[in-house]
């Protein structure tokens, strides 16, 4: 099958595309990057450079394809998010009606339907074509961004950082806290984006008849459970995540300078995740869960953590 990859090189994106190179299919991965033109090919994929801003971009790299796997990646800097993300869902949809795409498989995420601004999702619904809406739960790699924090590098007192998938934290290297509007004892469900890639790849190759959507997990636990797996492997097995109200973590966003309609959405995605409403549709929809545990991926956070 020829299958376009979007998400250049990402979490997802790169094994997604190993995965389907090693099975024999042709791949082009959308990348706005040029300076990922070579590791793609190294890949054994084509390089398609270019932006999702230009639909008319996107029509010609779709066209001819078997199946897409379409994603839009969050922004920190757009001052309206949910512009940003109905603007990009729209050239994707224009391009895949031109170019005649029959199956596309959509990365969504699985507080999308219970958030304003993230929920892109209908936006797709006048596509005649075999349509998939994958919802992954809480991304692993996440924890990635708040390596210099729990160190306390160059830090002083508390700091924000936000996370891909609604995660964020406010953590302390000193006495090693990590804090949102969710957590302490919150059961969330995690999940290995190569869980996501294995997948959104078994997804790509099918073609139900009517819309369909798939939730992925890898692992389900507290915010704390997580923490201490987390802390335990870079020897700071005292790690929490502390629940802030929804007022005091929207100032830490505004403190951050996050822009107001991000943060708000952030906050949003924050209380659907503490009030259990997230996870009460993971648990509805039943999915099989992922191979890879947390406990698998806390040894490699911990080289990348040691060796910074």
């Known amino acids: 099958m020829k299958i376009i990859v979007t998400g250049s090189l990402g979490n ?6 190993q995965q389907l190179v090693a099975g024999g299919h042709e791949v082009t991965v959308v990348s706005s990057n040029a300076d990922k033109q070579v590791t793609i090919e190294n890949l054994g994929a084509t390089a398609a450079i270019g932006s999702m801003a230009d639909a008319a971009f996107l029509t010609g790299t779709f066209k001819g ?3 897409v796997y379409v994603m839009i990646p969050l922004s920190f800097t757009e001052p309206d998010i949910g512009a940003y993300m109905r603007h990009t869902a729209q050239n994707y949809v224009t391009a895949i009606k031109s170019a005649g795409v029959k199956r596309v498989v959509l990365l969504s995420g699985w507080a999308a339907d219970l958030v304003k601004d ?9 596509l005649h074509t075999s349509i998939t809406i994958m919802r992954p739960a809480a991304f692993y790699t996440n924890f990635y961004q708040s390596i210099d924090l729990i160190k306390g590098k160059g830090f002083i007192g508390k700091y924000l950082t936000l ?20 957590g302490g004892d919150d059961r969330i469900v995690f999940v290995s984006p190569k869980d996501i890639a294995e997948a959104v790849a078994e997804e790509l190759v099918l073609f139900p008849n009517e819309k369909t959507i798939r939730y992925v997990g890898s692992q389900e636990m507290t ?18 995540w502390i629940r802030l109200s929804d007022k005091d973590m929207l100032q830490g966003l505004k403190m951050a ?16 995740m503490h009030s259990g409403k997230t996870l009460q549709n993971f648990h509805k929809a039943n999915p099989k869960m ?17 060796q910074k």
């Not at 993230?118 to 006048?126: A, M, R, T, V």
């Not at 996370?163 to 969710?182: A, E, Q, V």
């Open 118 to 126: 993230e929920n892109i999702e209908h936006l797709f619904d006048g």
């Open 290 to 306: 992922g191979k890879i545990k947390l406990a698998d991926f806390a040894k490699e956070f911990a080289v990348v953590y040691h």
């Open 65 to 67: 394809a078997d199946a």
């Open 12 to 17: 997802i994106s790169l094994p997604l595309t």
């Open 257 to 272: 300078k996050v822009p107001e309609k991000l943060a708000e959405t952030l906050i949003e995605m924050g209380a659907a």
């Open 163 to 182: 996370r891909y998938s609604g995660i964020w934290s406010l953590l302390t290297g000193k006495t090693g806290l990590l804090m949102g509007n969710y």
């Open 223 to 240: 915010c704390n459970e997580a923490a201490g797996i987390i802390g335990a492997a870079i020897g700071k097995p005292w790690l929490k």
